[in-house]
């Protein structure tokens, strides 16, 4: 595809449900990133994958967040038993290799009732 | 630490009047500094990034920024505001040893006739 693409646009989860998160990034980068943006924040970054290797998972608030790239393109970010604060805006960026321009997805939108 | 702070969160300014968005960074080395835009429903568009060289640097839809390693400063100019240019804008640093992206919280730009 032309851009970076994510799914679903908006989710809305109850309380302790698990969720799944998806990327496309653009075909043929080879870095992928995962930010969290809170309600009238900037993003916060949570995690970077080179090709298939998370190279950086410093940024996930907790162990209910896991990501995987495990061919190299598409990503998933899994939450695990929601919670509340863990509505926001999840923002996928691609980059054609490493420290490149970023390139954004539209971003999808969680909200955890 | 490592951050980006941008200390105006909402700005208003005339349809053709001149623009500036501040933003300050700390890093002990020269960071990799970059503005991006983005509006209402739509991701996050660079409009320019500043690695090395010429502390001036000309970016999309007219905006240009300067980097000012005295003041620790990326400010973003534009000299003729129009009203399509009204959003958020964020100021973005990467330091240049690692990958992290650090976004400040993000100025909101209204334009009005």
């Known amino acids: 595809g032309a851009g970076v693409s994510q799914s679903p646009r908006y989710k809305v989860a109850k309380r302790g449900q698990d969720v799944a998160l998806r990327c496309d990034p653009i075909s043929g980068h080879v870095s992928l990133f995962w930010y969290q943006q809170a309600l009238g924040q900037g993003p916060e970054f949570l995690t970077y994958f080179q090709n298939e290797a998370q190279l950086d998972k410093s940024g996930l608030p907790s162990d209910r967040f896991f990501a995987e790239r495990p061919e190299g393109s598409v990503s998933t970010l899994k939450i695990q038993r929601t919670q509340q604060e863990d509505s926001a805006v999840y923002l996928c960026a691609s980059s054609r290799q490493v420290r490149d321009e970023q390139f954004f997805g539209p971003g999808t939108r969680l909200t955890v009732l | 630490a490592q951050s980006v702070t941008q200390p105006d969160i909402h700005i208003t300014v005339s349809e053709g009047a001149s623009l500036e968005l501040r933003c300050n960074y700390s890093?002990?080395?020269?960071?990799?500094l970059f503005w991006y835009v983005q509006s209402p429903g739509q991701g996050l568009q660079l409009l320019l990034k500043y690695f090395s060289g010429d502390t001036l640097v000309q970016g999309i839809k007219g905006f240009e920024a300067e980097f000012k390693r005295s003041q620790s400063s990326f400010n973003l100019r534009k000299p003729s505001v129009h009203w399509s240019d009204a959003a958020e804008y964020f100021c973005a640093g990467e330091r240049n040893t690692g990958n992290q992206f650090y976004f400040g919280t993000g100025t909101s730009l209204t334009v009005i006739p």
């Open positions: 890093y002990g080395a020269t960071p990799y």
